[in-house]
């Protein structure tokens, strides 16, 4: 009988150590996912401040969108304005315009008469006389039309201010156009951001579920194991008691067996014994 005891003691024994080399192994596992997981879970609170960031600065885009609108739509008025005085300008004086002398068909036969008096195609006083007199009226209506084109201060006004509220208006309208893409680029961000925030989250599932896999392991590779010991220690304690009888140093034997219950008691509370400890244990039971 005592002979199997022992060969069940060391068969256990071997066992015990099994259950404590994969409890470890599992354990080496929990530390690990628990290592990724909360990694993952750091870089999805990074992630969740930048969508923060991001939805300030696309807010802040939207404002400055309604901001320059209305002072796009100012400027798009004062343009209409501008091209309506013109349109009354220039209608206003279309038929008169289009009736009267033109001012480059006069310089032309002004130049041609002078040319023509040069060469003295005018015979005769008389014919002279009145050459140089059509030259001279030729000479004053372009002065007159000159004069009227350069003092014609409303249409040159008009024209002013047309240019001034379009070029207005395009500076408006690029920062509508610019404030958009703006809003529109961290718009866009926001969304792979949170494509991304949801790829984590499944990797963070998957590493909390490792993490939990693996503690249960190792929880019930520790059970064994201590339920191993505990039954090796019943063994080793009925081959003590029986030595302490025959040598009649049962009190000795009492006090160790405190101390591997002590021992034993941290292993039960989930405690690592050290080797030095588990050899207290092995060098008690022989």
Same mark, same amino acid.
């Given at each position: 009988m005592e002979g199997q005891f022992r060969q069940m003691r060391s068969r256990i024994e071997k066992l015990s150590l099994e259950h404590r080399n994969s409890r470890d192994e599992w354990n080496s596992r929990t530390v690990e996912n628990r290592t990724r997981r909360d990694q993952i879970g750091g870089k999805k609170r990074e992630i969740f401040d930048e969508i923060q960031r991001q939805r300030g600065i696309r807010d802040e885009g939207n404002e400055e969108v309604k901001?320059?609108?209305?002072?796009? $739509? !100012?400027?798009?008025?004062? !343009?209409?304005?501008?091209?309506?005085?013109?349109?009354?300008?220039?209608?206003? $004086?279309?038929?008169?315009?289009?009736?009267g002398p033109n001012i480059h068909g006069l310089k032309r036969k002004l130049n041609e008469m002078e040319r023509d008096y040069e060469r003295g195609k005018f015979g005769g006083d008389k014919k002279e006389k009145e050459a140089i007199a059509a030259m001279r009226e030729l000479d004053r209506e372009i002065k007159k039309l000159d004069s009227m084109q350069v003092e014609d201060t409303v249409l040159s006004k008009a024209l002013q201010a047309r240019r001034e509220a379009v070029d207005k208006q395009e500076v408006a309208h690029q920062k509508v156009v610019e404030a958009v893409e703006r809003a529109q680029a961290a718009h866009e961000l926001m969304h792979e951001l949170r494509k991304e925030i949801d790829r984590l989250t499944e990797?963070?599932?998957?590493?909390?579920?490792?993490?939990? $896999?693996? +503690?249960?392991?190792? $929880?019930?590779?520790?059970?064994?194991? #201590? #339920?191993?010991?505990? #039954? !090796?220690?019943?063994i080793r304690y009925l081959f003590d008691a029986k030595e302490a009888r025959k040598a009649g140093r049962e009190q000795t034997r009492v006090g160790a067996r405190v101390e591997v219950q002590d021992l034993?008691? +941290?292993?039960?509370?989930?405690?690592?014994?050290?080797?030095?400890?588990?050899?207290? #244990?092995?060098r008690d039971g022989n």
């Amino acid at each position: 009988m005592e002979g199997q005891f022992r060969q069940m003691r060391s068969r256990i024994e071997k066992l015990s150590l099994e259950h404590r080399n994969s409890r470890d192994e599992w354990n080496s596992r929990t530390v690990e996912n628990r290592t990724r997981r909360d990694q993952i879970g750091g870089k999805k609170r990074e992630i969740f401040d930048e969508i923060q960031r991001q939805r300030g600065i696309r807010d802040e885009g939207n404002e400055e969108v309604k901001s320059a609108k209305k002072e796009r $739509d !100012v400027f798009n008025g004062e !343009v209409a304005q501008a091209k309506e005085q013109l349109q009354e300008l220039h209608g206003g $004086d279309s038929n008169q315009k289009n009736k009267g002398p033109n001012i480059h068909g006069l310089k032309r036969k002004l130049n041609e008469m002078e040319r023509d008096y040069e060469r003295g195609k005018f015979g005769g006083d008389k014919k002279e006389k009145e050459a140089i007199a059509a030259m001279r009226e030729l000479d004053r209506e372009i002065k007159k039309l000159d004069s009227m084109q350069v003092e014609d201060t409303v249409l040159s006004k008009a024209l002013q201010a047309r240019r001034e509220a379009v070029d207005k208006q395009e500076v408006a309208h690029q920062k509508v156009v610019e404030a958009v893409e703006r809003a529109q680029a961290a718009h866009e961000l926001m969304h792979e951001l949170r494509k991304e925030i949801d790829r984590l989250t499944e990797l963070h599932e998957e590493a909390h579920q490792g993490f939990v $896999d693996s +503690k249960l392991h190792a $929880d019930s590779e520790h059970r064994r194991y #201590i #339920i191993a010991m505990r #039954i !090796v220690y019943g063994i080793r304690y009925l081959f003590d008691a029986k030595e302490a009888r025959k040598a009649g140093r049962e009190q000795t034997r009492v006090g160790a067996r405190v101390e591997v219950q002590d021992l034993m008691s +941290k292993l039960m509370s989930g405690e690592t014994l050290s080797t030095e400890e588990l050899m207290g #244990i092995h060098r008690d039971g022989n």
